[in-house]
């Protein structure tokens, strides 16, 4: 198959000394930082033009502990087109309904697709609360640029999906544990199968009221170290939240699976180093082998690692109430070695995944090599001090007992 592309610029018409200086540049960046998708931003989104129409047939609500996540959807659905030529054009609420795309909309060829996933909390006094929505906004913004898709307001952005929450707030379980998971997605929809920018694109969101992730509930999870796959490189998409980079995870998850593993640990290079933990970000808490102090570790933002909101409170709330208790909170490369020789130490104290769906995952061990490492919990523990401390803080201001910035409390 020939792939077309735009034309360029022919680089032999390029000046020698820029095409050296190319080439002699010292270093480079570990991912493309794309400004937007589209230059011709005639207009962005404006929520004063939003229109409304409700659904004549409105569903039963599902009994809170009967929820699966994911499996069912409220009565309605925010929409917002665009095209290169008329930019953002009024957002729609409607009932939840299906799609009508052309079998050549390039999201189905070559994956122009993002989302984000955010959720929606009632608190004790049965007000709708958003939680950090404009971190979730910012990183949708990078995602979409990033395979040239539109940019929009933020602030815009986030008054549409509070009307669409508190719309839908019915929907809100109010037991704790519980919330509406929100969908933002973004596909190129125009028809056609040349390899270019989409001149047409659509944003909506969908709403899905959910329990704890996990059936089991906070409980520690066995991970299966996997070495012979990669989540993301450098240079990549895997600090985006894009569709393209779930599919390909999930023949391993079910290889980990069939050993009896809930899940696995994406390792990469030769040294093998940790990177995430099935769709969360990992965290360690270990003690320092020559100074005996406690750290808590995960990756750094090097390209290759999803920037997490969950991951961003959890750094937040480390350096806000661990640091002043004497810990170290790093951000930096370490391997499965690593680990490894800390378990068999004694040193490593306990391991949890970080991520919106779960909130906190605690570890229980880890699969390397044959070998089963273990990750400092008890045998009739479920969750390490750590993990507990932290599902504890991050949900107090999810569900506003606790009053802070990172909730966002939706007008009525």
Same mark, same amino acid.
């Given at each position: 198959?020939?792939?077309?592309?735009?034309?360029?610029?022919?680089?032999?018409?390029?000046?020698?000394?820029?095409?050296?200086?190319?080439?002699?540049?010292?270093?480079?960046?570990?991912?493309?930082?794309?400004?937007?998708?589209?230059?011709?931003?005639?207009?962005?989104?404006?929520?004063?033009?939003?229109?409304?129409?409700?659904?004549?047939?409105?569903?039963?609500?599902?009994?809170?502990?009967?929820?699966?996540?994911?499996?069912?959807?409220?009565?309605?659905?925010?929409?917002?087109?665009?095209?290169?030529?008329?930019?953002?054009?009024?957002?729609?609420?409607?009932?939840?309904?299906?799609?009508?795309?052309?079998?050549?909309?390039?999201?189905?060829?070559?994956?122009?697709?993002?989302?984000?996933?955010?959720?929606?909390? %009632?608190?004790?006094?049965?007000?709708?609360?958003?939680?950090?929505?404009?971190?979730?906004?910012?990183?949708?913004?990078?995602?979409?640029?990033?395979?040239?898709?539109?940019?929009?307001?933020?602030?815009?952005?986030?008054?549409?999906?509070?009307?669409?929450?508190?719309?839908?707030?019915?929907?809100?379980?109010?037991?704790?544990?519980?919330?509406?998971?929100?969908?933002?997605?973004?596909?190129?929809?125009?028809?056609?199968?040349?390899?270019?920018?989409?001149?047409?694109?659509?944003?909506?969101?969908?709403?899905?009221?959910?329990?704890?992730?996990?059936?089991?509930?906070?409980?520690?999870?066995?991970?299966?170290?996997?070495?012979?796959?990669?989540?993301?490189?450098?240079?990549?998409?895997?600090?985006?939240?894009?569709?393209?980079?779930?599919?390909?995870?999930?023949?391993?998850?079910?290889?980990?699976?069939?050993?009896?593993?809930?899940?696995?640990?994406?390792?990469?290079?030769?040294?093998?180093?940790?990177? /995430?933990?099935?769709?969360?970000?990992?965290?360690?808490?270990?003690?320092?082998?020559?100074?005996?102090?406690?750290?808590?570790?995960?990756?750094?933002?090097?390209?290759?690692?999803?920037?997490?909101?969950?991951?961003?409170?959890?750094?937040?709330?480390?350096?806000?109430?661990?640091?002043?208790?004497?810990?170290?909170?790093?951000?930096? %490369?370490?391997?499965?070695?690593?680990?490894?020789?800390?378990?068999?130490?004694?040193?490593?104290?306990?391991?949890?995944?970080?991520?919106?769906?779960?909130?906190?995952?605690?570890?229980?061990?880890?699969?390397?090599?044959?070998?089963?490492?273990?990750?400092?919990?008890?045998?009739?523990?479920?969750?390490?001090?750590?993990?507990? %401390?932290?599902?504890?803080?991050?949900?107090?201001?999810?569900?506003?007992? /606790?009053?802070?910035?990172?909730?966002?409390?939706?007008?009525?």
């Amino acid at each position: 198959m020939l792939r077309q592309f735009r034309p360029q610029r022919s680089l032999a018409k390029q000046p020698i000394s820029r095409l050296l200086a190319a080439w002699q540049e010292p270093s480079r960046s570990y991912s493309i930082h794309a400004n937007a998708a589209s230059t011709a931003k005639i207009q962005d989104i404006d929520p004063s033009k939003l229109t409304i129409t409700k659904t004549k047939a409105p569903k039963e609500l599902i009994p809170a502990s009967e929820l699966v996540f994911g499996r069912s959807f409220t009565d309605h659905m925010l929409s917002i087109e665009w095209t290169a030529s008329e930019g953002w054009l009024a957002p729609r609420i409607t009932p939840y309904q299906n799609l009508s795309l052309d079998p050549a909309s390039c999201v189905f060829h070559y994956a122009f697709e993002c989302f984000e996933g955010m959720k929606a909390y %009632k608190d004790s006094n049965g007000k709708v609360r958003l939680f950090r929505p404009t971190k979730n906004m910012e990183r949708m913004n990078k995602s979409s640029a990033r395979i040239a898709l539109p940019t929009f307001d933020q602030a815009a952005m986030i008054k549409l999906i509070s009307q669409f929450s508190q719309m839908e707030e019915r929907f809100i379980p109010s037991t704790k544990g519980y919330s509406l998971y929100l969908r933002p997605t973004m596909i190129g929809t125009q028809k056609t199968l040349g390899v270019g920018p989409p001149g047409s694109a659509l944003l909506y969101v969908i709403a899905s009221p959910v329990g704890p992730y996990y059936p089991t509930g906070f409980k520690a999870i066995s991970l299966e170290a996997t070495n012979y796959a990669v989540r993301a490189w450098p240079g990549g998409v895997g600090d985006k939240k894009l569709g393209a980079n779930y599919a390909p995870c999930i023949v391993p998850q079910l290889e980990a699976a069939k050993r009896g593993f809930h899940q696995n640990l994406w390792l990469f290079g030769e040294e093998e180093f940790v990177t /995430e933990v099935g769709t969360m970000n990992m965290f360690a808490a270990i003690k320092n082998k020559e100074t005996g102090q406690k750290e808590l570790i995960t990756a750094p933002l090097d390209g290759t690692i999803l920037e997490g909101v969950t991951r961003d409170c959890v750094l937040s709330l480390a350096r806000e109430k661990l640091v002043p208790e004497g810990w170290k909170v790093l951000e930096r %490369k370490y391997t499965m070695k690593e680990l490894s020789e800390a378990a068999q130490e004694g040193r490593l104290l306990e391991a949890f995944g970080a991520g919106t769906a779960a909130i906190v995952s605690p570890i229980r061990n880890i699969c390397w090599k044959g070998d089963m490492v273990d990750c400092g919990l008890r045998p009739e523990e479920e969750a390490g001090e750590l993990a507990s %401390k932290m599902k504890n803080w991050i949900e107090a201001r999810q569900y506003g007992d /606790e009053e802070h910035e990172w909730s966002y409390t939706v007008p009525e």
